[in-house]
């Protein structure tokens, strides 16, 4: 019983780091974005550095409006 308890909490502790870095990841590319917009790079051009949809890009630039 103890056993399958731990596998359990082992189990529940990694989904929750996945998440949590995935979050992260998120937010720095998110970061990128900007910067990257700031210094006066197209959608185009960023969405092929960073390795994300156009359509993502547009929408990290429209939400900071």
Known sequence: MCKVIE???K???NEA????S???ELKT???SVRRL???GLSFDQ???GIDLPVDEVKSII???S
Do not use: F
């Not at 780091?17 to 949590?20: P, R, S």
């Open 22 to 24: 995935s979050e992260a």
């Open 29 to 31: 590319k998110e970061a």
């Open 7 to 9: 596998e359990m909490r």
């Open 37 to 39: 917009y700031l210094q």
């Open 46 to 48: 960023i969405a092929a």
């Open 11 to 13: 189990e529940v502790w």
């Open 17 to 20: 780091w996945n998440k949590a």
């Open 62 to 64: 429209s939400s900071e």
